[in-house]
């Protein structure tokens, strides 16, 4: 049966295609951070110098401004800080360690607060009760504050920060997947699996969990973000990594002292590099929600 | 003599996408007489929700109205500016929607609701705009109408909710009430109420309704008129007696009866066979021709003109012949 | 109403006990409570007072009732620092964080919910979109280093701002007040606009996605069919019902705020409680660490529980559902 053709000319066409047409889409963001992320993984071998080895370093080279050159000739692109570093290796370094902390300590919550979450909304009753009080609990509080307190209690170390903020993350993830899994849980392929007898732990991994793990995948990709700049934020006021492996936080809070004097690049272009990286994923984050919003 | 109310000519709006505009109102002409009563009767889908909508410029993007006439009292409403449009609003031209639940803000007193659709056309102390409100209320039957006008939306029930819009839609004395469904969401004691309720009102001053609905049962106890719509399209139109009597276009036919009222107790219903087409699945020809039971070989080539017989019109190459109409 | 108040307060004294359960047991049950309340300089006589007085050598629910009987007291322990009472410190150094937080919290409603309001009603022009897509860099910027980056330009390059401290102050009612004078509101702007930076972005989405979506509800729908004025939509039908969910989103951040002030007030080296905080993790000064966490926590319930009551007070629809079943 042929149908009919639609208009393709009308005299406000162009104006109100203009405007269904403003949504950009998510690919051009993922790239740009795919190459980000490619970058910083491959850092040792970008990077000009090494700069925890501390035979490379010199002291007299210290604080140099950005295109100057060392003795032996190399050029930091990006200056030195205080021990003769150069910044853009350390930068690059430091992006690694920020990096592996913000995903390891999402990839943490995210499994521990989905699954809390998930083993609320299946069993009910007082075990729901039980961890959303603790939930609630939790995410009552600033995150900055309980992360610093549990890291003046535990002292330094990438590992304490990644708990740190594990702990203070998973209620988020807990929160989400219940509020899903309670809506999903009435759906019939539920009743359907629960009728064919498969055991509580088996629907919940296998059926419920991949309907509910949307949301939850979107809150996780900006959480990235706000991970990394958490753990600047500890590690700039001294209570999160050690020097031995310095994120971002640690080269900024290291350059803070020399700002009045004018050398601004050794707290400048950290910074920004950890702008660049939180702000691709806070886009990314951004355009996927959109994406995946239920109302287009 | 001239008492023509509202003359729409051709009226055509469409929905945008990338790949096109689908009509939703495909050429629609009516008319309507001062203090005449239209009921505009389809299925959902067709169109006749968009219709009231695009007489009043309420059509937002990505809906269009592409083309068409709208005279109301001789004036192009297409042709005006918006704010002349605005001033018709709720002032000579009322609307009253589906569900008054959504239509009223919850956070706002019903008094306030009311007061500014007189105060945003007329400058009247407030005090006088409210005693209008409150003998608007007492018009449309709601108790203790003073305390009520400070009662917010959420507080009132449904048909009371509906009788609102109406006390609302009548503040300005209008010349025509557009009414989009407005007793569809009400169980049907109360349905009956509002019908009684609104020919009263109306009668009374003169207004013209266009009661847009799927119930032809309601048309036939309210109407003057009768205009019904299929996939965008007046298939048929005319005084309400002459075409529930005798109906000549068959999908009005099959719509008389699978009325539950017009079947034999313990006889099965009867059903018009297959749905109405989608926006974009509208067949070439007449769109009715997939579900009608006497459809010919031209109704797959072009779609059927309008084909006048009186003050009754249809579109139809096969319409139902005068000597076979006997549906009671 | 009452009900629902009375209800909100009850739950709120409970999480106030559960918080000063985890702090004890924090303290008191998992480290060493000796070394961690007691100065390590202390002389022997003056720490077996300091034991007895606290009650260390009690059982452990003993402890925890004369714990909470000082707590009720306003007893959290001496700084080992400044020698004395910590909670005496930390009101002290109230005010300039309260100053901070009130003055940031003006600029986010100032600024933010206007520019969201403009960036909603706009949303598919240029103008809306470019507010949006500059919003996100306000969330991204690391709070510090965004407050480093105001002092490098207005202070040492453009030497228009002082780079640290608060200003001269005004005692009214006892309270030293900066924003009273010239001097203090040159101090107090830059700190306070980078504390308040991420709220603006916030409050201005917020606001936004609450327009967009109001104009597409009914009632707007049904408001032009009457023929009302835009202005008149905007102002009492849409504003109206997204002020609701951003009034309580601006109350809650108050408590947020007061946590994230630790950052500004370390990098403007502003004399409040969180720059208090800061110094006394470093200086491992436990008992302000311990009063300052009691002491937040009870702000921020205090804080949630007005906005909680003013919620209901402000949606018409929330009060009839909550006492009548």
Redesign the interface.
Known sequence: ????????D????T??????R?RPTVTGSVIALAILMAVVLLAPYFAPQNPYDLANLDLLDGRLPPRSTSMDGMVYLLGTDDQGRDMLSAILYGLRISLMVGLSAVALSTAIGSMAGLIAAYVGGFVDTLIMRIVD?IL???T??VA??LL??MGRGVDKVILALVVVQWAHYARIMRGRALQERRKEYVEAAANLGFPAWRIMVFHLLPNCIGPVMVFATIQI?TAI?LE??LS????GVPITEPSL?LL?ANG?QY??S?D?WI??FP?VA??LL??TI??VG?RLREALDPRR | MNDILLQVRGLRT?F????????AVDGVDLTVRRGEILGLVGESGSGKSVTGFSLLGLID??G?V?SGEILFKGQDLRKLDEESMRRLRGNRIAMIFQDPLMTLNPVLRIGEQMMEAILTHENVPVAQARERCREALEMVGIPSPEKRLDSYPHEFSGGMRQRVAIAIAMLNRPDLIICDEPTTALDVTIQGQILYRMQEICRQHNTALIWITHDLGVVAELADHVAVMYAGRIVEAGPVNDVLDAPRHPYTKGLLDSMPANTVPGERLHQIDGMA?SL?????GCAFR?RCPQAITRCAEQAPSILQEGPRSYRCYAPIAVRETTSA | MVLFTLRRLIQSLF?LL?VSVVVFF?VYA??DPIELLVSPEATVEARAATIARLGLDQPIWQQYFTFLERALHGDLGTSFVHGIPAIELIVQRMPATFELVVVAITLTCVIGIPLGLVAGLYR?RPLG?GIMATS??G???????QG??L??LF??WLGWLP?SGRGDTVSVLGVPLSILTADGWSHVIMPAVNLALANIALVLRLTATGVSEAQTQEYVKFARAKGVKPGRIVRRHILRNILIPVVTVVGMEF??LI??S??TE??FAWPGMGKL??DS??QLDRPV?VAY?ML??LI??IV?FVVDVLYAALDPRVQLVAPSH
């Not at chain 1, 009308?10 to 066409?13: A, D, I, L, N, Q």
């Not at chain 1, 700039?236 to 209570?239: D, E």
Request: cysteine-free; proline content about 9%.
């Open positions: 049966m042929r149908t009919i053709q639609p208009l393709d009308t005299p406000r066409r104006a109100i295609l203009k405007k269904l403003s609990f009552g509080f600033p900055i504050l610093l307190v003046a209690m973000a700049a600047a934020t700039f006021l001294g209570v936080g900024i803070f700002l009045l004018g601004y707290s400048m910074g950890l702008l939180i702000l806070n886009i951004d | 469409a945008h996408t990338e790949a096109g505009a689908w009509p993007p990505p269009e592409v087409p974009a699945g509208r067949p070439v997939p | 999480v559960a924090a998992v480290g598919d979109r996100v860099l969330f991204s910027l690391p709070n510090f280093w480093m980056m002092i490098l202070a040492v780079a408590g947020s946590a994230y630790t950052i370390t990098v905080l800061i993790v470093y660490v966490v937040v926590t921020f319930v949630n």
